[in-house]
C-alpha cells in the first residue's frame, strides 16, 4: 500500500497461570491467630529483591531473594543473548526489628496502638537498607546494615588465673574511703594473685580488635517524626526526588524532607472551620512516581484529586479531578459507604491511577478526567448483603489494590483469603480469582465469554457468574478471612498476599 507498512493489532496476552512459590508463617489446622501477628502492611522495594512486611504488634519483618544471587552472572549471559530464562522466585527471611510500641497520649487520653499502618521502602545507600514505617501517629526513619563483627584477641590474661565469675585475677582495685574520698595511697593495687608475665611491664601490650567473617544484621532508627497529624496517618509515599515524602491523615497532608524530622510543611488541608460542615476526609495519598511536583490524594466520596505543588504552598485547588457518576436511580442509603476509595496506586510511568473502592477497582487515564477507562467489579455478589456488612462493619473493610510492573494486570483482594487479578490491555479477558493457600487454582472462577475493548476508552465492567448467596466461584463466602494487604513484584509476575498471620508468595 504505497511502500507503507500494515500495523497488525496484537492479540491480548493470555490469562497467566499462577503457581504456588512459599509461604511464610503458615498454620497449622486449628491454630489460634494472635493479634499481634496479623499482618497489616507489605511492600516490595524498587528492585524486588527485598520485600517488607508489617505487624499489629509494631514489628517489621525483611524477606530477601536468594535465587538471583546464585546464578546472577548464568542469568545475566543468558539475558543478553536473548535466550528466555523463567526462574522459581524464592525469598528468605533476612531479620526483623521491634518498629513501634504501645503508647498513651495524656492531653487526650487516648491509647496509640502500635500496629504498623505502612511501609516504604527509600534508596538504598553504601550497602544499607533504608525504609519509613509508621503507626497513627508516628513516622520513623529505619536504616539496615550489615555489618561484621568485631572481635578482641591477644589479651594479656593467663586463662588459668581467672576467677570464679570470670573476670581476670590482674584486675585493678581502686580503693575508696568514708564519704567518697580517696585514700592517700597509689591508685595501681592489684590482687593478691596477680603475677606478670614473663619479662615483666615490657611484655605487656594491648588487644587488638579483629574482624571476623561473621556478620550480624542491625537495624537502627535514623529519625522519627511526630506531633505532626491530629488524626490517624493512613498513607505514607516517598517523592521520586529522593529527599522528602508526604504523610496523610483523614483531614492533612504534610510534606516532609527526609533529613528534617522536627518541621513539616502541610500542603493539604480539607478541615472545615465548622466540623459540622466536614462531608469527605483523605483516604490515600500517593506521589506521581516520575514527577517531583505531582501528588494525587484520594476521598471518602469516591473521587481522586491530582494536584501540582508548583501551584501554591497550600494546594487548597486541585489540577484534576476525577469522580465517576453514578446512576440516579442506584443510589441507596450505601452508596456513599461503598464509594470511599481505601486505597490508590500510580502505574510504573505515572500515565494511569488505580483505585479500590468497596466493591470495585477502577482504573483512570490523568489525561482524561470524565471518568474511569475500566472498571473491575470484584466480589459484586455481595450487593444484596450490603445491610448485613454494614451491621458487622465489614463494609468499612479497607482493601489495597496493585499494579504489575508492566501495566497490564491489576490485583486485588477480598474475602474467604481469595484475591482477582484482571487484564486491563485492549481485548483483554482475564478475570482470575485465585485463594491465599498452596493450591491457589482451587477455587477459580471460569472467566466471561465476551471481550471487551480498552482502547476506545469505554467504561469496562468485568466480572465472572455470581449469585447473591455464594462467592464467585459457587462456594460460600467467609467474612471473617480477608485478604487485605497485597504487593506486586516491581519487575516480574509475583505476587505477595497476607492472609491474616501468613505471607504467601505466588508467581506467574
Not at 495524656?106 to 544499607?128: G, P
Not at 511536583?293 to 501554591?312: E, P, T, V
Request: charge should be negative.
Amino acid at each position: 500500500m504505497n511502500g507503507g507498512e500494515v500495523k497488525e493489532v496484537e492479540a491480548p496476552a493470555e490469562p497467566l497461570e499462577w503457581r504456588f512459590s512459599q509461604v511464610f508463617g503458615e498454620r497449622t489446622a486449628g491454630e489460634e491467630v494472635q493479634e499481634v501477628d496479623i499482618i497489616s502492611a507489605i511492600e516490595f522495594d524498587k528492585t524486588g529483591d527485598h520485600l517488607a512486611t508489617g505487624d499489629r504488634g509494631g514489628r517489621v519483618v525483611l524477606f530477601e531473594r536468594t535465587d538471583k544471587r546464585d546464578h546472577g552472572g548464568y542469568r545475566r549471559d543468558l539475558e543478553m543473548m536473548d535466550h528466555p530464562v523463567r526462574t522459581h522466585p524464592e525469598f528468605r527471611y533476612k531479620t526483623e526489628f521491634q518498629s513501634h510500641e504501645p503508647e498513651f497520649d495524656y492531653l487526650k487520653s487516648l491509647e496509640i496502638e502500635e500496629k504498623i499502618n505502612k511501609i516504604r521502602w527509600c534508596q538504598t545507600a553504601n550497602n544499607a537498607l533504608f525504609l519509613l514505617s509508621t503507626n497513627d501517629k508516628t513516622i520513623k526513619f529505619w536504616k539496615i546494615q550489615e555489618k561484621k563483627v568485631k572481635k578482641i584477641c591477644d589479651m594479656n590474661i593467663d586463662p588459668s588465673k581467672a576467677t570464679g565469675n570470670g573476670n581476670p585475677a590482674c584486675s585493678i582495685v581502686k580503693p575508696y574511703v568514708t564519704n567518697g574520698g580517696c585514700a592517700d595511697r597509689s591508685y595501681g593495687y592489684l590482687s593478691k594473685d596477680f603475677s606478670f608475665p614473663a619479662g615483666s611491664f615490657a611484655a605487656l601490650h594491648f588487644p587488638t580488635v579483629v574482624h571476623s567473617n561473621e556478620t550480624s544484621l542491625s537495624a537502627r532508627c535514623r529519625r522519627i517524626y511526630a506531633h505532626a497529624h491530629d488524626y490517624h496517618i493512613n498513607s505514607i509515599s516517598n517523592n521520586s526526588d529522593g529527599e522528602t515524602f508526604i504523610s496523610a491523615d483523614d483531614l492533612r497532608i504534610n510534606l516532609w524532607n527526609l533529613e528534617i524530622s522536627n518541621q513539616s510543611f502541610n500542603i493539604v488541608d480539607v478541615k472545615p472551620t465548622n466540623m459540622e460542615d466536614l462531608t469527605e476526609v483523605i483516604t490515600s495519598a500517593e506521589f506521581h512516581p516520575t514527577h517531583c511536583n505531582m501528588l494525587a490524594y484520594s476521598s471518602s466520596k469516591g473521587s481522586i484529586r491530582l494536584i501540582d505543588l508548583r501551584q501554591s504552598a497550600l494546594c487548597d485547588s486541585h489540577a484534576k479531578l476525577f469522580e465517576g457518576m453514578e446512576a440516579p436511580n442506584s443510589k441507596s442509603f450505601f452508596t456513599e459507604i461503598i464509594a470511599s476509595i481505601s486505597d490508590i496506586k500510580f502505574g510504573k510511568d505515572g500515565r494511569y491511577i488505580l483505585s479500590r473502592d468497596y466493591m470495585n477497582l477502577k482504573l483512570w487515564d490523568i489525561n482524561m478526567d470524565s471518568g474511569p477507562v475500566a472498571t473491575f467489579q470484584v466480589h459484586e455478589y455481595l450487593r444484596p448483603k450490603l445491610c448485613d456488612l454494614y451491621e458487622n462493619d465489614s463494609i468499612f473493610d479497607k482493601f489495597e489494590c496493585c499494579l504489575s510492573g508492566d501495566g497490564t494486570r491489576v490485583a486485588t483482594g477480598s474475602y474467604s483469603n481469595l484475591f482477582r487479578v484482571f487484564g486491563c490491555t485492549a481485548g483483554s479477558t482475564e478475570a482470575t480469582t485465585l485463594e491465599a493457600s498452596k493450591n491457589p487454582m482451587r477455587r477459580q472462577a471460569p472467566a466471561p465469554s465476551r471481550p471487551r475493548s480498552l482502547s476506545t476508552f469505554a467504561r469496562v465492567s468485568r466480572r465472572g457468574p455470581e449469585s447473591p448467596a455464594v462467592d464467585a466461584n459457587g462456594n460460600a463466602f467467609d467474612l471473617s478471612t480477608k485478604l487485605l494487604h497485597l504487593a506486586w513484584h516491581p519487575t516480574e509476575n509475583s505476587l505477595a498476599c497476607a492472609a491474616a498471620n501468613s505471607l504467601y508468595m505466588y508467581f506467574a
